[in-house]
């Protein structure tokens, strides 16, 4: 047994209107996420294989761009971004829950899943693309159409791939950036194997929207492609525990989680904030300045570039430039609208718990939304 639930995006699932229905594939990191998440909540889905034909007939049509996964819901409606399914499913499929109910949970959880989505993007798009081209290109031909020859399958990925491989340029995934992203994935998964020996999930000893966000790279990307997969499974034998338990999930009704961080969570939500809340810091500069200049509704997913540092603090440190995002903070959005709204008590935990892990300058910058999701873009907040 090595850990691992089988494929289950595949070309011939039919699948009914009237239930849920998850387009995407098992080597899409956002696809994990959410599939796992609809498996331990026991809610009743189909995944479908999408294919050429499946973006072609719905995903242009429904959504405007190319992108997985998307869940059509059982009366139809088209939802893109995993935080908008999270928030749409866990209003209707309350239990068990996986966002806690106390304020310090939640503000963790959405940090959390923050840094999974968009911070592991560097170790993710790195080893897939480094160490496992071959492979993912073989499997995005296969996704794109099954049917046809391999060669043709090989071409067809090769042109899909070259898209996927550019975005580590804007991410600051380069040859001088390399070595601090290979040694900041082992500290993490040293981090990470330590927590899972004495800890079931991030926060507990029930799954929440972290470990659903922390599934999607470590599944998708770092355990499922080969030679990535190696090093998991070499020296992480504790997370691949975890990936075994997120994909065989228990049966319902597990307790809820903890929510006052275990002393192993610590060093992880450390090393996170250490070179990640900078980043964020020069993310919402640059929105905010861009809003004062600007009229424009729809956002601009980049807004130029800005250098970062990785690795800090270690023998690894290293400084790289790197696109300034603008969807980040969206989903940031939700954590600091978690302290915003939070009792005095509450909002004195968040704080503590944001100055021991090196992210307090997150709390100054605006609680109030800056922008909003609207037809599966990113559009200025009020705006009509
Ligand atoms: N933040 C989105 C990201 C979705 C995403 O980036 N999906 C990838 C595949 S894993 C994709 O199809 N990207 C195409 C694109 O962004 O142009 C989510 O949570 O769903």
Redesign the pocket.
């Known amino acids: 047994m090595d850990g691992s639930p089988a494929d289950l995006f595949h070309p011939a699932n039919a699948a009914p209107a009237g239930t849920y229905r998850l387009l995407g594939a098992d080597a899409?990191?956002?696809?994990a996420k959410i599939s796992a998440y609809l498996r331990y909540k026991r809610i009743p889905h189909h995944n479908v294989l999408a294919t050429r034909a499946v973006f072609a007939e719905t995903i242009l049509p429904r959504v405007g761009?190319?992108?997985?996964?998307v869940l059509l819901t059982p009366d139809n409606l088209a939802l893109q971004?995993?935080?908008e399914m999270f928030d749409y499913l866990e209003a209707r499929h309350p239990n068990p829950p996986t966002l806690p109910a106390d304020a310090v949970g939640q503000f963790l959880s959405y940090w959390l899943e923050l840094c999974c989505?968009e911070w592991l993007k560097l170790p993710a798009l790195h080893y897939r693309w480094h160490y496992d081209n071959d492979f993912a290109v073989m499997e995005f031909g296969r996704n794109n159409d099954p049917t046809l020859p391999l060669e043709r399958q090989r071409a067809l990925g090769e042109k899909i791939a070259t898209r996927f491989r550019g975005w580590r340029e804007q991410l600051g995934i380069n040859a001088h950036t390399i070595p601090a992203i290979e040694a900041g994935y082992h500290a993490l998964l040293a981090r990470l194997d330590a927590h899972f020996a004495v800890s079931d999930y991030l926060l507990g000893a029930a799954p929440t929207l972290a470990d659903f966000a922390l599934y999607g790279p470590l599944h998708a990307h770092l355990y499922r492609d080969p030679n990535a997969g190696r090093i998991l499974k070499t020296q992480a034998p504790q997370t691949m525990r975890w990936i075994h338990r997120m994909g065989t999930p228990p049966a319902v009704g597990t307790l809820a989680a903890t929510t006052s961080p275990a002393p192993t969570l610590w060093p992880i939500l450390q090393m996170l904030a250490h070179d990640y809340v900078p980043v964020l810091v020069a993310q919402v500069a640059a929105l905010q300045a861009w809003l004062g200049s600007h009229s424009e509704v729809d956002i601009p997913p980049t807004l130029g570039s800005h250098r970062f540092t990785l690795g800090g603090g270690t023998v690894d440190e290293v400084v790289g430039e790197r696109c300034l995002f603008t969807y980040d903070y969206w989903m940031l959005q939700r954590a600091l609208h978690v302290w915003a709204q939070a009792n005095l008590a509450q909002r004195d935990l968040i704080t503590a718990l944001c100055e021991h892990m090196g992210a307090e300058a997150l709390l100054t910058l605006p609680s109030a939304p800056l922008v909003r999701r609207e037809h599966f873009k990113l559009r200025r907040a009020g705006a009509l």
């Open positions: 899409s990191y956002y696809t761009w190319p992108v997985i996964p971004d995993t935080s989505d």
